[in-house]
C-alpha cells in the first residue's frame, strides 16, 4: 500500500524489510519504490500481455517492475524465487543496517547460462566490483561465488545498490 498512502514514494526509496549485514540479503528484497528511485529495469512494464495487466516478466513476488521468478533452488536460505532477466545498466536498491562495522566477504547465488558482472555501491562509492559472475550451465543450476575482495562498510544505514554491468541471465 505504500504507493497509496505514502506521499514520498515516487521519490524516495524506503526498506521493503529490515535488512542486516553480516546476514542474507535476497535480491528480490530490494527497497520499494518506483522505477529510478529503487530500481531501474528496462522493460519495467509487461504491457503485451494477452490481459492487459502490468506485472514483472516472472509474474512472481511484487508486483513491480523487477522481472522476479520463482526458482528450484535447494540452498537452505533460498526463498525459491529470484531476480532474473537482467540486462546491462540495470540496478537495484537497498536499505541495510550494517550491526557492527567492517571488512565483509560477499557471496552470490548465481544460476545462468551467461557470464556477466556486477558492482556493489553504497552511495555513489563502488565498494565491490565488477565481479565476474561465471555461468553455471543453466538458469536451473544454482552455485555460490565468493568476491575474494573486503568490503568496508561502517555500523550504521546504508543505502547498497546492486548494478548488473553485463548480462546475467535471461
Do not use: C, M
Not at 20 to 32: A, E, I, K
Not at 109 to 125: F, H, P
Request: glycine share 10%; charged share 15%.
Amino acid at each position: 500500500f505504500a504507493s497509496l498512502f505514502d506521499p514520498l514514494f515516487g521519490t524516495t526509496s524506503q526498506p521493503f524489510t529490515t535488512l542486516t549485514w553480516p546476514g542474507v540479503v535476497h535480491t528480490v528484497n530490494y527497497d520499494l519504490g518506483n522505477q529510478n528511485v529503487s530500481y531501474w529495469d528496462t522493460r519495467y512494464k509487461n504491457e503485451d500481455n494477452v490481459t492487459g495487466a502490468v506485472w514483472n516478466l516472472g509474474w512472481s513476488y511484487r508486483n513491480d517492475g523487477v522481472d522476479i521468478w520463482e526458482d528450484t533452488d535447494t540452498n537452505p536460505a533460498s526463498i525459491r524465487v529470484h531476480v532474473g532477466s537482467t540486462v546491462s545498466n540495470e540496478w537495484l536498491k537497498y536499505t541495510v543496517n550494517v550491526a557492527s562495522g567492517g571488512n565483509f566477504k560477499i557471496a552470490f547465488r548465481v544460476a545462468g547460462a551467461a557470464n556477466g558482472q556486477i558492482r556493489l555501491y553504497d552511495g555513489t562509492n563502488n565498494i565491490v566490483g565488477p565481479l565476474r559472475i561465471t555461468n553455471t550451465g543453466s538458469y536451473g543450476t544454482w552455485k555460490t561465488q565468493t568476491n575474494n575482495a573486503k568490503s568496508l562498510l561502517t555500523s550504521g544505514t546504508h543505502s547498497i545498490k546492486l548494478s548488473f554491468n553485463k548480462i546475467i541471465s535471461e
